[in-house]
T-cell receptor
């Protein structure tokens, strides 16, 4: 079993739609959680960190359920510019590397 | 944007050759991690350097090696290149014990 698993996608949605991505992680020692966005043939860029209390940044809402080892990302009112691959990322305590999911590709269609 | 720069941006090598990829970390960052991202996959951890010492290694063979210099810049060396080494190689810099990492734009390596 992979350490971080995501919805395989791709997700093709119309502009204005709400879309949700799910992610599970297997290592209960994981302490930090993130969503990264990666545009085609570019490097990953941090979209947002994910906190236990849930957090929101504009149209984006991230949730973490430590008991279920589950992370989610909700995008409301999708824009064409949201088209990208969304990577779920976890990290253990200390100076340890990030562990990435395979990514879920989103295409927002006009 | 992130202050992390990688060179070269693109590279084509022949099977069996050796390659060196370079990364300049963001100012003040003492940790550099290297990742390999094959097409359609998430980045896979290769190894991490902290203050010039290897500080962790993923499931990659010994022909993948690295260095970190006193200014915290880093190199990734791959010997005896194989076709499956074709990928985007990403360098990320960070501060020790701070989870947020900043990525360079990557080096796209094609092995033919």
């Amino acid at each position: 079993r992979k350490e971080v698993e995501q919805d395989p996608g791709p997700f093709n949605v119309p502009e204005g739609a709400t879309v949700a991505f799910n992610c599970t992680y297997s290592n209960s020692a994981s302490q930090s959680f993130f969503w990264y966005r990666q545009d085609c043939r570019k490097e990953p860029k941090l979209l947002m960190s994910v906190y236990s209390s849930g957090n929101e940044d504009g149209r984006f809402t991230a949730q973490l359920n430590r008991a279920s080892q589950y992370i989610s990302l909700l995008i409301r009112d999708s824009k064409l510019s949201d088209s990208a691959t969304y990577l779920c990322v976890v990290n253990k305590p200390g100076n340890t590397p990030l562990v990435f999911g395979k990514g879920t590709r989103l295409s927002v269609i006009a | 944007e992130t202050g992390v720069t990688q060179s070269p941006t693109h590279l084509i090598k022949t099977r069996g050759q050796q390659v060196t990829l370079r990364c300049s970390s963001q100012s003040g960052h003492n940790t550099v991690s290297w990742y390999q991202q094959a097409l359609g996959q998430g980045p896979q951890f290769i190894f991490q350097y902290y203050r010039e010492e290897e500080n962790g290694r993923g499931n990659f063979p010994p022909r993948f090696s690295g260095l970190q210099f006193p200014n915290y810049s880093s190199e990734l060396n791959v010997n005896a290149l194989e076709l499956d080494d074709s990928a985007l190689y990403l360098c990320a810099s960070s501060l020790a014990d701070v989870s947020e990492a900043f990525f360079g734009q990557g080096t796209r390596l094609t092995v033919v």
